[in-house]
């Protein structure tokens, strides 16, 4: 029996913003955008193969003649780190800051963090509609682009056009300072 033209090689996760990254099959996808039926959507690209070292080379590697010194390659993370943003002293009881920090892949990434009585929350502040970065605003956590709204006590959207909330991380505190998982 014929095999179909092409199987449906595309990430099985829903893009949801630009610059977006996802791993499936040895590649590594970014979210752009798209059209589908004239309207302009967002979608992964066509992948670009990842270069994961062999665990079988050799244990005394030479280097390669026919490599440039300059080379290097970007290491490759594909599991979620801690990342150290904030000293605890920044967020004082009742209040919401942003932050910016490099995540796994070295992007600068803005995170949101809030503390009231109960808890310390920790969100990335890119807004799941477009890809803008939310800012915070008197009634909340405010998209400058297409003005959604979020909860920040829990990132929900209050206000579309987002359909879907902040991403919620996970955060800790040890010694005086705040780390997210990203
Ligand atoms: S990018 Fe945030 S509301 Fe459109």
Known sequence: MALPAFAALTPPVKPRFLGQTTVFKGKRYTCIKGKSKGKTVLIWDSGKAIAIASP???RTPTPSPSSSPTASREPIVTSKIEIPVAKSS???NNSTKSFVAKNRYG???TYILVRNSENLIAMDATCPHKGCIVGI???GLLCPCHSALFDPKNGAVLRGPASYA???LTVREVDNVIYITD
């Open 56 to 58: 079988s080379a050799s």
């Open 137 to 139: 605003a008197p009634e």
């Open 107 to 109: 992007n600068e990434t």
């Open 90 to 92: 920044d967020v004082p």
């Open 166 to 168: 902040l991403d919620r």
